[in-house]
């Protein structure tokens, strides 16, 4: 059973660089994408990004000129970047696996989530 | 900029059905979107319920399912109960590597 466990810093100030990093237990790195996903306080879902275990990414394209997301395979972990973070950047972020089109596309497990605060 | 269309809000009552959709700004959901909902209660991660329009996630009960309507994808809950009272994200998978969230519903079972 693969689980996904995540940590990082919960408080920012304005323009700093957000980094979080979730590690994958029990299970390959090869044949999916590693997502990441945030969900600001009362609000919706929304997608940030992923890579697969080839280093290939796709971003979300509001997010993309301020978004990196790398893997180690080394240690079994993935991790996200986003620079210059305003308070519209305050959200619990998740990490989730997600399963290729052949094994039925979908995002799942999930990570604890963390929240990420914006504040001067 | 695509927009993925949920209901903000629905309401049910205990044992009722109820159906939610998901649909896009522009042009039909089509089985191609390989649509997704999660199911979140407060507090905790979404829960996957239905991949692939209308595959069932391990664990899922059968009183919810998937489908597509005329030009959305569809999450019918027959006999509703109380704990299905969460809020419902669908997700489409665009196809150039891109997934868009809908804006989530929120159920009420009352």
């Known amino acids: 059973q693969v689980q996904l466990q995540q940590w990082g810093a919960g408080l920012l100030k304005p323009s700093e660089t957000l980094s979080l990093t979730c590690v994958v237990y029990?299970?390959?790195?090869?044949?999916?994408?590693w997502s990441w996903i945030r969900q600001p306080p009362g609000k919706g879902l929304e997608w940030i990004g992923e890579i697969n275990h080839s280093g290939r990414t796709n971003y979300n394209p509001s997010l993309k000129s301020r978004v990196t997301i790398s893997l180690d395979t080394s240690k079994n972990q993935f991790s996200l970047r986003l620079t210059s973070v305003t308070a519209a950047d305050t959200a619990v972020y998740y990490c989730a696996r997600r399963v290729p089109i052949g094994s039925g596309l979908r995002f799942d497990p999930w990570g604890q989530g963390t929240l990420v605060t914006v504040s001067s | 900029q695509t927009v993925v269309t949920q209901e903000p809000s629905f309401s049910v009552s205990p044992g009722g059905t109820v159906t939610l959709t998901c649909g896009l700004s522009?042009?039909?959901?089509?089985?191609?979107?390989?649509p997704n909902w999660y199911q979140q209660s407060p507090g905790q991660a979404p829960r996957t319920l239905i991949y692939?329009?209308?595959t069932r996630s391990s664990g899922v009960p059968d009183r919810f399912s998937g489908s597509i309507l005329g030009n959305k994808a569809a999450l019918t809950i027959t006999g509703a109960q109380a704990d299905d009272e969460a809020e419902y994200y669908c997700v489409l998978f665009m196809g150039s590597g891109i997934s868009v969230f809908g804006g989530g519903t929120k159920l009420t079972v009352l």
């Open positions: 692939n329009t209308n």
């Open positions: 522009s042009g039909s959901v089509s089985t191609s979107y390989y």
């Open positions: 029990g299970g390959s790195f090869s044949g999916y994408y």
